[in-house]
C-alpha cells in the first residue's frame, strides 16, 4: 500500500475511533437489558444460547426455558446437561411443536408449566441471565396471556438481563425491548434439500 492509501487509511480509523469513543462515553446506564432475537432465518435459538453460554462464563447464574422444543434435545442443551452447572436452572416444555401435537388444550397445560417457571426465574435477583427461547410462539398462538408476559419481564430484577427468541416478536414485545435483532431468511440447506444435522441443525 502506497503512502496515500495507508494516510487515508489511518485517517478513516482515527474518525471511526472518534466515532466509537463517542458513543462508549454516552453509554452510561447499568442495568439488564432485555433482548429480542427474531426473523425468519436459522439462528435465533443458537444466539441465545450464544449469550447465555457468554454469561457463564463470567461466572454468572442463568436459566433457560424452553418452550415448544424439549422432545429433542439439542446440542446446547446435551452440553448443558453434561456440566451439570449449579449456576444454570433448566427447564423444556417438552411437548414438540405444536403442529406435531395438535392438541390446543395440553400445549396450553404445557404452556402455563413452563410459564410458572419462567416467571419465577424473572422474579429471582439471584438470576443474571434468563433465556426464553420461542417464547413468541407462545404469544401467537394465545397460550400466554401478553399483558402478564410483558409485566414480568418489566418488574424483573434490575440487573437480570432477558433473552426471547422466536420467530414474529409481537410489536409490543419489540417495544419493549432494549435490543432487537432480526435474522433474515436468504438461504436455508433444508429447502435445499439437505438433512438437518447434529451439530449444526440441532
Given at each position: 500500500m502506497d503512502s496515500d492509501k495507508k494516510a487515508r487509511h489511518n485517517d478513516r480509523m482515527a474518525r471511526k475511533k472518534a466515532v466509537v469513543d463517542a458513543a462508549i462515553e454516552r453509554a452510561q446506564t447499568e442495568r439488564g437489558v432485555v433482548i429480542v432475537i427474531t426473523g425468519n432465518g436459522k439462528g435465533k435459538s443458537?444466539?441465545?444460547?450464544?449469550?447465555?453460554?457468554?454469561?457463564?462464563?463470567?461466572?454468572?447464574?442463568?436459566?433457560?426455558?424452553?418452550?415448544?422444543?424439549?422432545?429433542?434435545?439439542?446440542?446446547?442443551?446435551?452440553?448443558?446437561?453434561?456440566?451439570?452447572?449449579p449456576s444454570v436452572q433448566y427447564f423444556a416444555m417438552a411437548t414438540g411443536f405444536t403442529w406435531n401435537t395438535q392438541n390446543w388444550d395440553a400445549d396450553k397445560q404445557a404452556a402455563d408449566e413452563a410459564w410458572s417457571h419462567a416467571s419465577a426465574l424473572l422474579a429471582d435477583p439471584?438470576?443474571?441471565?434468563?433465556?426464553?427461547?420461542?417464547?413468541?410462539?407462545?404469544?401467537?398462538?394465545?397460550?400466554?396471556?401478553?399483558?402478564?408476559?410483558?409485566?414480568?419481564?418489566?418488574?424483573?430484577?434490575?440487573?437480570q438481563t432477558v433473552v426471547i427468541t422466536g420467530r414474529a416478536a409481537q410489536p409490543a414485545l419489540?417495544?419493549?425491548?432494549?435490543?432487537?435483532?432480526?435474522?433474515?431468511?436468504?438461504?436455508?440447506?433444508?429447502?435445499?434439500?439437505?438433512?438437518?444435522?447434529?451439530?449444526?441443525?440441532?
Open positions: 443458537t444466539s441465545g444460547f450464544g449469550t447465555l453460554f457468554r454469561a457463564l462464563g463470567h461466572g454468572q447464574n442463568v436459566g433457560v426455558v424452553q418452550f415448544i422444543k424439549g422432545t429433542q434435545a439439542t446440542g446446547e442443551v446435551i452440553f448443558l446437561q453434561q456440566c451439570a452447572l439471584a438470576v443474571d441471565l434468563v433465556l426464553l427461547d420461542e417464547l413468541t410462539y407462545m404469544l401467537k398462538y394465545h397460550f400466554l396471556d401478553e399483558a402478564q408476559v410483558l409485566d414480568a419481564i418489566a418488574a424483573r430484577p434490575e440487573g419489540r417495544e419493549l425491548a432494549d435490543t432487537v435483532s432480526e435474522i433474515a431468511a436468504e438461504k436455508h440447506a433444508f429447502k435445499g434439500g439437505i438433512k438437518a444435522r447434529a451439530g449444526v441443525d440441532f
